[in-house]
C-alpha cells in the first residue's frame, strides 16, 4: 500500500533510540529530518538513510533554544514539506542523589527533554494543523515512575506524559495525536553511562536487568522504534494521548 508523503522530525536523532527511529521511519516511506546538538552527528544518521535508499537531512539545534528550534522548523518546512511528525527524542542524563544534585544538574535535564519537547512541538504543530494531520510523539521513561539518582530525570519523563495528554486533548480536533513511549531497559550508550555511575560492567548490568525483565532481555533500540512506527503511522488515528511503555513485561 502506498503511504501519502509524510515529513518527519526525529530529535536526539544521532544515536541510540533516536538513530534507530530515523531509519525506521524512512523505512516506512518518511522523508526525515535528522536533529541533533551537532549537525556533524545528525549528518550521519541521515547519510547512512540516504545510503539505503531514503530521503533524509541532518539538521544541527540545540532543542531548548527557542531561537534555533524555529530556524530548524524552518528549515526542514523548506528543504523537505511541512514536517507533520515529530518524534521528541532528545534527552541528556545528569544523574546524582538529591543532595549531591546541583540546579544545573536539574535545568539542564528539565531543559532539554520537557522545554525541548514544548520548543519542538510548538513549532511543528503550526504545520501539522494547517495539513489537517499530524503526529507527535515523545518518549518519556520506566523511569517516570521514580529511580534511585534520577530525580531531574524522572520528574522530567513524568512531566511528558501530562505533556502528552494535555497535546492530545487540545490537538485532536485538528487531525493531531499525541502519544508518549517509555522504554524500560535499552540497551543505548545512556543506558552504558548509567552503568559506569553505578560503577558496574556494562555487560553485568545488561544481564542484571534481563533477570527482571519476563521477556528475560534488554530491550534495543529497534524495539522502541517499531512501536514509534505505529503510533506515527496512518492507522493510529484513534490512539492519542497515551502512554505505552515497551519494557519487556507490564508496569503501572
Known amino acids: 500500500m502506498s503511504l501519502p508523503a509524510r515529513v518527519a522530525i526525529v530529535t536526539g536523532g544521532a544515536r541510540g533510540i533516536?538513530?534507530?527511529?530515523?531509519?525506521?521511519?524512512?523505512?516506512?516511506?518518511?522523508?526525515?529530518?535528522?536533529?541533533?546538538?551537532?549537525?556533524?552527528?545528525?549528518?550521519?544518521?541521515?547519510?547512512?538513510?540516504?545510503?539505503?535508499?531514503?530521503?533524509?537531512?541532518?539538521?544541527g539545534a540545540d532543542v531548548s533554544d527557542a531561537d534555533q528550534v524555529a530556524a530548524a522548523v524552518d528549515l526542514v518546512?523548506?528543504?523537505?514539506?511541512?514536517?507533520?511528525?515529530?518524534?521528541?527524542?532528545?534527552g541528556v542524563i545528569r544523574d546524582n542523589l538529591l543532595f549531591r544534585m546541583t540546579e544545573s544538574d536539574w535545568d539542564t535535564v528539565m531543559g532539554v527533554h520537557l522545554r525541548g519537547a514544548f520548543l519542538m512541538s510548538r513549532a511543528a504543530?503550526?504545520?501539522?494543523?494547517?495539513?489537517?494531520?499530524?503526529?507527535?510523539?515523545?518518549?518519556?521513561?520506566?523511569?517516570?515512575?521514580?529511580?534511585r539518582g534520577q530525580a531531574n530525570y524522572s520528574a522530567a519523563k513524568a512531566g511528558l506524559q501530562g505533556f502528552t495528554k494535555t497535546l492530545a486533548i487540545e490537538l485532536g480536533k485538528f487531525g493531531v495525536t499525541a502519544n508518549a513511549v517509555a522504554p524500560g531497559f535499552?540497551?543505548?550508550?545512556?543506558?552504558?553511562?548509567?552503568?559506569?555511575?553505578?560503577?558496574?560492567?556494562?555487560?553485568?548490568?545488561?544481564?542484571?536487568?534481563?533477570?527482571?525483565?519476563?521477556?528475560?532481555?534488554?530491550?534495543?533500540?529497534?524495539?522502541?522504534?517499531?512501536?514509534?512506527?505505529?503510533?506515527?503511522?496512518?492507522?493510529?488515528?484513534?490512539?492519542?494521548?497515551?502512554?505505552?511503555?515497551?519494557?519487556?513485561?507490564?508496569?503501572d
Not at 77 to 90: D, K, M, Q, S
Not at 136 to 142: A, N
Not at 216 to 227: F, K, L, N, Q
Open 18 to 59: 533516536g538513530a534507530a527511529t530515523a531509519r525506521r521511519l524512512a523505512a516506512d516511506g518518511r522523508a526525515v529530518a535528522v536533529l541533533d546538538l551537532a549537525e556533524a552527528d545528525a549528518q550521519k544518521t541521515a547519510d547512512a538513510i540516504t545510503a539505503d535508499g531514503g530521503t533524509a537531512i541532518g539538521v
Open 125 to 147: 504543530q503550526t504545520h501539522m494543523t494547517a495539513e489537517g494531520w499530524g503526529r507527535i510523539v515523545s518518549l518519556s521513561s520506566s523511569s517516570a515512575q521514580g529511580n
Open 186 to 251: 535499552i540497551e543505548t550508550d545512556m543506558t552504558r553511562a548509567t552503568a559506569e555511575r553505578v560503577g558496574v560492567d556494562f555487560e553485568d548490568f545488561k544481564k542484571a536487568a534481563a533477570e527482571s525483565i519476563p521477556v528475560r532481555r534488554p530491550g534495543r533500540p529497534e524495539d522502541v522504534a517499531a512501536t514509534i512506527s505505529f503510533l506515527t503511522g496512518e492507522e493510529s488515528g484513534f490512539v492519542s494521548g497515551q502512554v505505552i511503555y515497551v519494557a519487556g513485561g507490564p508496569l
Open 77 to 90: 518546512a523548506e528543504r523537505l514539506g511541512p514536517p507533520t511528525i515529530l518524534v521528541n527524542n532528545a
